[in-house]
C-alpha cells in the first residue's frame, strides 16, 4: 500500500488546547496538499476552517470532547452548531460511566440523538478502548451499529491510551454492516498505519504521517 493511499484515510488532527488558529491553517493546508480524508480540528475554528478550505477539505470536529460525560443536550447543541458552522464529520464521545454502569439503553439514545443533529453528516463514535474490557468494546460495537452511527472509532488520543492493532481487529469483527472503524490515537508511522487499515480501519487519526513526509 502506497503512502498516497494511506493519507487518504487520514482525519489530519490537532486538537491541543493550545491550538491557534496559525497553526490550524497549517494543518488545513498540509491536509489539501497531501490528499487526506479531512482535518479534525476543534469547534471552535470549524466557522473559519470551512471558510478558508472552501470545499477543498470536509472539516471534522469533536464533541463531548475528551471526557465524553456532557449531557445529551449539550452534545446534540454542539453537533448542530458545527454542522452549521460547516462541519462535515462529527466525532463524539460516548459516556463511559454510562458503558460501566450499563445504561445501554441511553447510551444508544444518545448517539441517535447526535446522528439525527449531524443532518446527513458523518457521525463517528469514540468509545476510549484504553478504558474498556473486552467485553465492553463488543457491546458498544452492538451498540453504535442499532443506534446508525458511520464511524466506531478508538480513542480520542487525550486517555491513558490510543489505538492498538488488537483492537482494531476486535471491532471490525463485531461492529455490522456499514459501520466502519476509524484507528485514532499514538498512530506513529507508515508501517503501524497500513497494519491498522489492514485489520480494518478505514480511516485513522493522526498528524504525525505527514510530519514525516514534511520531513522526507
Known sequence: MDKKEILSKVDHTLLGVDSTWAQIQTILD???KYETASACIPASYV???????????PICTVIGFPNGYSTTAVKVFETEDAV????SEIDM???VGDLKDKRYDEIEAEIKAVKNACHGKLLKVIIETCLLTDDEKIK?????TAAGAD???TSTGFSKGGATF???ELMKKHVGEGVKVKAAGGISSFDDAEKFVELGAMRLGTSRLIKIMKNS
Open 30 to 32: 498540509d491536509a489539501i
Open 47 to 57: 466557522k473559519r476552517a470551512a471558510e478558508y478550505v472552501n470545499g477543498k477539505l
Open 84 to 87: 452549521k458552522n460547516g462541519a
Open 93 to 95: 464521545v460516548i459516556n
Open 140 to 144: 458498544m460495537c452492538e451498540i453504535v
Open 151 to 153: 464511524y466506531i472509532k
Open 166 to 168: 488488537e483492537d482494531v
